[in-house]
């Protein structure tokens, strides 16, 4: 069993940024895609983000060039660089850790983006 911990949500303006950080309360060893989802009122939870053990990122075609992916492994943290937020980016950010094949899911955190 993996837990995970998400930070760095708020209320913040268009055009600003926020970081989100999660944190996995395991070892690493078995840690293979990490990533970030979101979920905004009446919306299905969609892919936001993911990263790879590897290093490899990918990125929904909405935060390209807008969103950052990050990890360290040796503290357990996966990390999510917002800049230029749009009012659109608002919602609750999932963190996802897949370890050993099984995913494990965050509580979220809120962010809210405000024109």
């Known amino acids: 069993q993996v837990q995970l911990q998400e930070s760095g949500g708020g209320l913040v303006q268009t055009g600003e940024s926020l970081r989100l950080s999660c944190t996995a309360s395991?070892?690493?060893?078995?840690?293979?895609?990490m990533g970030w989802y979101r979920q905004a009122p009446g919306q299905q939870r969609e892919l936001v983000a993911t990263?790879?053990?590897?290093?490899?990122?990918s990125y929904a075609d909405s935060v390209k060039g807008r969103f950052t992916i990050s990890r360290d492994n040796a503290r357990k943290m996966v990390y999510l660089q917002m800049n230029s937020l749009k009012s659109e980016d608002t919602g609750v950010y999932y963190c996802l850790v897949v370890r050993w094949g099984s995913q494990y899911w965050g509580q979220g955190t809120q962010v809210t983006v405000s024109s």
């Open positions: 395991r070892s690493t060893l078995g840690i293979g895609t």
């Open positions: 990263i790879s053990s590897g290093g490899s990122t």
